[in-house]
């Protein structure tokens, strides 16, 4: 690991971390092993003075083990962490506080699930897609039910909403008057934008000029919410970088609304949390649709907010499938991508140890993906440790793939996807050839699509020789 993928300025440990937890599960765990090696584990019911034993797989005892010292040394397993300048110790320590305060305190969770309700939209619909399910089935008329967890429907359109409003809440508790996010695709940034005007705060958006010019349906949205949007050179990493230095310059009067699963904790912890809610409201409609749990869920993987906001209520369920679904590109092997769990190496980046892509100086490389909202070279820690030990699989789609994927679900069920949502769908032709007839797989269609309809008509004209009438 080179030092030149530490952070901004010189990187640092937080304090209170103990060294001798730093590295306790820092090993891979080959999944044959995880299949049948188990722990004992015994509890005292202490009314009937009897002993009961459950059986832990390793699998299961590390995630518990994990979940059980997070917040002591924000870690997951070897990743994760908290690799920043001096200067945002104070604060990242603030910000834990009050977010586990907020956690357990019912008047904040009551005015969250409120504004869920009320403002967001939510419950969104587990939508069976019938006629999607119809395409995948065998010439025996076989296949896997698919269901579309339509996060597409919330308020912005979009998953981002879930962790923009619960954070923009904290920060008002905080104190804090003005916000500054970055974001790439510039769903984020919408939902930031229009959580503040909600809350009456300050917002400012950075964002890449290369994506400026790419979202600009978004970008003239968040300046109508009342966003200033900061475009600076380069793309969503460079946003995030200068979000960054942006809140480091003003500490005591700014917040810094992360809307990925990445960067120092407690930030990491905080948007898988807010985002949940996807997995919580799954698992209660799959038992009112068919009375169990999926056997499935796909997402696709960025940094990993939507993927985790529907895989987190299910990661002790080791009898449902975790499927993440990152960006090929144009070509995983010599081509241009954004597939950091399939090809990224360790190595620490904007506050915390993950996977990324870098060269053999450790230099960062650039990383590509018709969906705009996957291109960064890290990817959440809570991921990565997800895949060493096993419990996620992780699978990668290209650009040419996601853009057909694209395509058949407008023309089949009439719904737009985001192009970052239509790389989990694009899986399914790999994937339902493969499931028993029955099998309930649930897709997290984490965006809507309207914001993508340029690049989708322009690779379609190139496509079909300058004829945008052979669209769908």
């Not at 209660?284 to 985790?308: F, H, R």
């Not at 190595?347 to 490389?365: F, N, P, R, S, W």
């Amino acid at each position: 690991m080179n030092l030149q993928t530490l952070s901004l300025h010189q990187a640092i440990s937080l304090t209170s971390l103990n060294p001798n937890n730093s590295t306790q599960l820092g090993f891979k765990l080959p999944s044959q092993m995880a299949a049948h090696r188990c722990f004992k584990v015994s509890s005292a019911m202490s009314q009937q003075h009897t002993w009961t034993q459950t059986w832990k797989t390793d699998v299961l005892h590390l995630i518990d083990e994990t979940e059980e010292s997070l917040f002591r040394t924000g870690k997951f397993g070897r990743f994760g962490g908290v690799f920043v300048p001096e200067t945002l110790i104070t604060c990242l320590n603030m910000l834990l506080s009050e977010f586990s305060f907020c956690l357990n305190d019912p008047h904040f969770q009551g005015e969250l699930a409120t504004a869920l309700r009320d403002y967001v939209g939510r419950e969104t619909a587990l939508y069976f897609a019938q006629r999607l399910t119809d395409h995948y089935k065998n010439s025996r008329g076989e296949g896997p039910d698919i269901y579309l967890k339509r996060e597409d429907l919330n308020h912005g359109g979009a998953h981002k909403i879930n962790n923009a409003i619960a954070q923009a809440m904290l920060a008002k508790r905080m104190g804090r008057r003005s916000v500054v996010a970055a974001t790439g695709a510039g769903q984020h940034g919408v939902a930031t934008a229009a959580a503040c005007a909600k809350l009456d705060m300050e917002c400012t958006i950075v964002m890449g000029d290369v994506d400026v010019a790419r979202q600009s349906h978004n970008v003239r949205l968040m300046k109508l919410l009342g966003a200033k949007v900061k475009s600076i050179k380069g793309s969503f990493k460079d946003a995030t970088s200068e979000a960054i230095r942006e809140w480091v310059g003003d500490l005591e009067r700014k917040y810094y609304l992360a809307g990925t699963a990445v960067g120092p904790h407690p930030c990491p912890a905080m948007v898988r949390e807010f985002q949940s809610i996807i997995g919580k409201e799954t698992r209660k409609q799959a038992m009112e649709k068919w009375g169990g749990k999926p056997d499935v869920l796909v997402a696709c993987v960025g940094s990993g907010s939507n993927a985790l906001g529907l895989f987190h209520e299910f990661v002790r369920d080791e009898d449902v499938r975790l499927i993440g679904v990152e960006a090929a590109g144009t070509g995983i092997d010599g081509g241009t991508h954004s597939a950091t769990l399939a090809k990224g190496e360790i190595g620490v980046y904007h506050g915390a140890m993950t996977y990324l892509l870098q060269d053999d100086e450790g230099q960062i490389i650039g990383p590509h993906s018709v969906g705009v909202g996957l291109e960064y070279p890290g990817v959440s820690p809570e991921l990565s440790f997800l895949r060493d030990i096993g419990r996620a699989e992780i699978h990668t789609v290209t650009d040419e793939e996601a853009l057909e994927a694209y395509a058949l679900l407008c023309r089949l069920e009439g719904i737009c996807p985001a192009l970052e949502a239509a790389h989990a769908l694009a899986h399914l032709g790999k994937l339902c050839s493969s499931l028993p007839s029955g099998t309930k797989v649930v897709v997290n269609c984490s965006g809507r699509g309207d914001k993508d309809i340029e690049t989708v008509f322009k690779h379609q004209q190139r496509k079909s020789g300058g004829e945008l009438t052979t669209f769908l």
